[in-house]
């Protein structure tokens, strides 16, 4: 089957919270570690849940009773998470994509599962749901699984204005006829189940090698967003570029395309240039301008961390773009450590934009900037005295002055413990509610490692709230770790 099926409501299960898959009305965090060494398989993968409210915690792998399948070395099982309620039962269902995993005589042809929860949790009620090429219906029945197609690299899922689930994964590897690595991704809303990619009729662009169409993916209940760093304009290798769409599905099935652009797009700042990476991260929010009456727009925020800015290579970037209700596309906003008034400078190898995640606080009002916020993940940033590739995070309003009101964040601020470290890259896990950022801290020494959930009060307004902090080892987490909190949701 393509698509989710409507499930009544299970018992005791209360809809409403985000990432609530026990279904008591409390959020939930689930934190991936995909470099985990599972029965002995190295990087095989794992995903621990804590439960809000103090419920205890859990751990999802291949090798948990009612997960499919089995770990394997190099799987790296949560290498992308999503969180939607795919049966419609009250109970939030994780995504896990396992990019990297093979079947049977397929190496790295990858997969998804949707681990389903339940009032006892994840995993606890309904049999987990499988999607891999060459197998169910639609568009995934009709692909042929094949060495290096990493079927799960990215995902998005969530709920049209109907309240309808739908999920979008990302096969950034995908070849299409001869081509290598083209790309693609799969689109699947209750019986809808088909491939978007560069040739369907009116995607942007074509099929090219190593376009890697799907690298990423951003969605909400409007539109959708995939993103094809690989893309070549011109002569210019590994630019970018990104395919907005709604959820309506044009004649030729597929989620209507509505825009395609790139750095030599019309109304877009900046040249295409090899390298740029436009399109390498996406986030994407519902926004309410002040001539609305609901938040029928969207802002899309689009990372190009390898552009070059005057001060520095691969330095990197971020271009906003709203999304109107009747499809017109236009930038509002280019972010870059060179923008007046913004924190910083920007120098060679910071990536800035990398990683990306954006929030609207409150989005049945008209957008405001201590609303609507961007955090932007600069993962080659340098720290002070030459610690090399420290990483820091840096917060944007993204209505208004975006200089006006940002806040840079490093180990040792914000309540991030320690200090900046050598090849510690903080800024590759980033998570976004209404009520918190999360930073993940994968890397650097065992003491600061861990989740990082930081109050929205604290980091834009100086606030004194606590902060909740997820370690292996404490609050019921098991000590192991290799890269814990790589991946949030």
């Excluded at 990082?452 to 019921?476: M, S």
Aim: glycine share 16%.
């Amino acid at each position: 089957m393509g698509g989710a099926t409507t499930a009544q409501a299970a018992a005791n299960c209360q809809a409403g919270t985000e990432s609530d898959f026990n279904g008591d009305g409390v959020a939930d965090v689930a934190i991936a570690d995909p470099e985990a060494t599972v029965s002995g398989r190295e990087r095989a993968g794992l995903v621990r849940v804590v439960y809000g409210g103090g419920k205890g915690t859990a751990e999802i792998s291949q090798a948990t009773e009612g997960v499919p399948g089995a770990p394997e070395a190099g799987d790296r099982y949560g290498h992308a998470l999503a969180v939607y309620d795919a049966n419609r039962d009250g109970c939030s269902d994780l995504v896990v994509g396992i990019p990297y995993e093979s079947l049977e005589d397929v190496p790295e042809a990858g997969l998804v599962q949707v681990i389903h929860g339940s009032p006892a949790g994840l995993g606890k009620g309904p049999g987990a749901r499988e999607y891999r090429q060459g197998a169910g219906s639609g568009s995934l029945a009709g692909s042929a699984a094949e060495e290096g197609d990493w079927l799960g690299f990215s995902l998005a899922a969530g709920h049209t204005t109907s309240g309808e689930p739908f999920l979008l994964i990302g096969v950034p590897g995908e070849d299409l006829g001869s081509t290598q690595d083209a790309g693609s991704s799969h689109y699947l809303r209750g019986s809808t189940n088909v491939a978007i990619h560069q040739d369907k009729p009116g995607v942007a662009g074509v099929v090219e090698q190593d376009d890697r169409f799907g690298h990423s993916v951003a969605a909400n209940a409007r539109h959708l967003a995939i993103g094809n760093p690989g893309e070549a304009i011109g002569t210019e290798t590994f630019s970018g570029g990104v395919q907005v769409l709604s959820h309506t599905l044009s004649s030729a099935g597929i989620p209507t395309p509505l825009a395609g652009l790139d750095q030599n797009t019309p109304g877009i700042n900046g040249v295409a240039e090899a390298g740029d990476e436009f399109g390498a991260a996406l986030a994407m929010v519902p926004f309410r301008t002040n001539n609305i009456s609901s938040p029928t727009h969207s802002l899309l925020a689009i990372g190009s961390p390898g552009e070059d800015t005057s001060t520095g290579e691969d330095a990197g970037r971020v271009v906003m773009v709203e999304v109107t209700a009747s499809g017109t596309v236009r930038q509002t906003a280019d972010i870059h450590q060179a923008y007046a008034g913004v924190h910083g400078v920007g120098e060679d190898g910071d990536y800035f934009g990398r990683h990306l995640a954006a929030v609207n606080r409150a989005p049945s009002s008209v957008g405001r900037p201590d609303t609507m916020l961007l955090a932007v993940g600069i993962p080659g940033k340098d720290g002070g005295d030459g610690v090399r590739d420290a990483g820091a995070v840096h917060v944007f309003p993204v209505v208004g002055d975006v200089g006006a009101s940002d806040v840079w964040l490093t180990k040792g601020t914000k309540g991030l413990a320690g200090e900046p470290g050598q090849q510690e890259y903080l800024g590759t896990s980033l998570h976004a509610t209404a009520g918190q950022l999360y930073v993940g801290v994968p890397y650097g020494p065992e003491a600061d490692q861990g989740l990082y959930r930081l109050p929205w009060a604290n980091v834009i307004a100086d606030g004194t709230a606590t902060t909740v902090v997820h370690k292996p080892g404490a609050g019921g987490l098991p000590a192991d770790r290799k890269a814990f909190g790589a991946v949030v949701r």
